[in-house]
């Protein structure tokens, strides 16, 4: 059984970081892309970074490029959200889950619980 579990959320002012982390468990985890999604209240969930299951290709949504970072730990199976520079608009329930396939662009078959960030201004 595939678990995804994440942490690291919270509270935090405009401009100041946070770093997401995803635990993965259930599959062989570096064979996997890994991506992190986030849904503000009363907004449809949104994709905003993804990381190859090797972690040698990355892709970003246009409104963090520059300010996030994803990255992965394929030996300690865990996926991590660095975000800098936070804004309000940046406040959202985070969710990480699991590609189908080693490579972007494939369909996310296993989401975790998600995790709360605040921004405040």
């Known amino acids: 059984q595939v678990q995804l579990v994440e942490s690291g959320g919270g509270l935090v002012q405009a401009g100041g970081s946070l770093r997401l982390s995803c635990a993965a468990s259930?599959?062989?985890?570096?064979?996997?892309?890994m991506g992190w999604f986030r849904q503000a209240p009363g907004k449809e969930r949104e994709f905003v970074a993804a990381?190859?299951?090797?972690?040698?290709?990355?892709k970003y949504a246009d409104s963090v490029k520059g300010r996030f970072t994803i990255s992965r730990d394929n030996v300690k199976d865990t996926v991590y959200l660095q975000m800098n520079r936070l804004k309000p608009e940046d406040t959202a329930v985070y969710y990480c889950?699991?590609?189908?396939?080693?490579?972007?662009?494939?369909?996310?078959?296993?989401w975790g619980q998600g995790t709360q960030v605040t921004v405040s201004s």
């Open positions: 889950a699991t590609s189908e396939s080693s490579a972007l662009g494939g369909e996310y078959d296993y």
């Open positions: 990381v190859s299951g090797s972690g040698g290709i990355t």
């Open positions: 259930g599959r062989t985890f570096r064979n996997y892309a």
